[in-house]
């Protein structure tokens, strides 16, 4: 857990620089960060026309490709394979069924590419049956410790340095930042705030229906084999509906899952910024857009037609992790 505590005290810094007048020190001084700093301050300046009250300054982040790495798979998958793999002596019919066997092999990649429909008994059987406080343990402890398999680094070291700095910079002029993810709200929850600052209740992300029981007397919220809500692509308006109940403002993303997302910020009226993160970094990170498993074309195309922002990682980024030199 030592490795987690370096974060916090790093957002009290971002938020010293912030106030320092140095909002945005790991970008570029390109146009992205010209634009996200031209929106804060029009959007918080009293008396102007673009003016918005704090309590309706809404700011929603994708997370996975968008505040941390995602390949070659989304951390959540990791976890996913590390926990079907603990739990197969309980489920010797995974031996023979999709997608549990190819995980239980090590190869993800076919287990994956199953579709939704793969993705989704995964994400049932992994999650359902517990408890929510013993599957916040689960996450908790896996977190502490679990490595990239190919940087070797704690996913929690690949966190976006800018992104962190941008998310500081937003709260300390009265925005309320929200994750929106395709990923699960119960994975994200128990680490979002120490690591991006974005508490609990904060998090929207893809949820199983509970229930309520009580178990040896005590009460408990248990997970239950059937999807509630998924909130990737064209379900993350309505989670952020269902949720928070205003239109965000501003939204950050970096692919087609977040188009819907940010087609929704935009269409709101009044002043708004929509921000796509361009992973066009081999060297320091990954490069891939259009044609990847989790594709920015759509959303690229509408980015550029309609003037939305779009941030690349070599060139308008100092740093991509938290930690890196400048």
Known sequence: MKKLIIIPCLLVLLACCVHAGDP???????APRKAIIAFVEKVTKPGSTNFVPVEKRIATF?????????????VQCYFISDRIKSLAPQHPEW?????????IRGDLTS????????????????????TTDEFEKLVTDWIATARHPQTKQLYTEMVYQPMIELLAYL???????????????????????TVYGVPPEQVIGSTLKTR????????????VPELDLMTAANGKPIGIQSHIGR???????????????MQWTAAGG??????????????REWAYDRKSGDPFDKGLDEALAKGWTVASMKDDWKVIYVGDKK
């Not at 199953?114 to 049956?129: C, E, H, P, R, V």
């Not at 309520?212 to 997970?223: C, H, K, N, T």
């Not at 929509?274 to 066009?280: D, E, S």
Request: glycine fraction near 10%.
């Open 62 to 74: 994708d997370n996975d490709g968008t505040l941390w790495s995602e390949k070659p798979l989304p």
């Open 247 to 261: 239109r965000p403002i501003a939204s950050f993303g970096n692919s087609d899952n977040d188009l819907p997302m």
């Open 111 to 130: 287990a994956f590419s199953g579709g939704d429909k793969a993705i989704l008994a995964m994400f049932i059987a992994t999650q359902s049956g517990i």
């Open 270 to 283: 009044g002043a708004h910024l929509c921000l796509y993160v361009h992973h066009t970094d081999a060297k």
């Open 95 to 103: 031996t023979n069924q999709e997608p549990f066997v190819s995980v």
């Open 171 to 193: 709260r300390a002029n009265g925005f309320k930042t929200y994750i929106v993810s395709g990923g699960s709200a119960d994975f994200m929850r128990p680490w979002a705030e």
């Open 24 to 30: 945005l020190p790991s970008w570029q001084d390109t």
């Open 212 to 223: 309520f029981e009580l178990r040896d007397g005590i009460p408990a919220i248990v997970g």
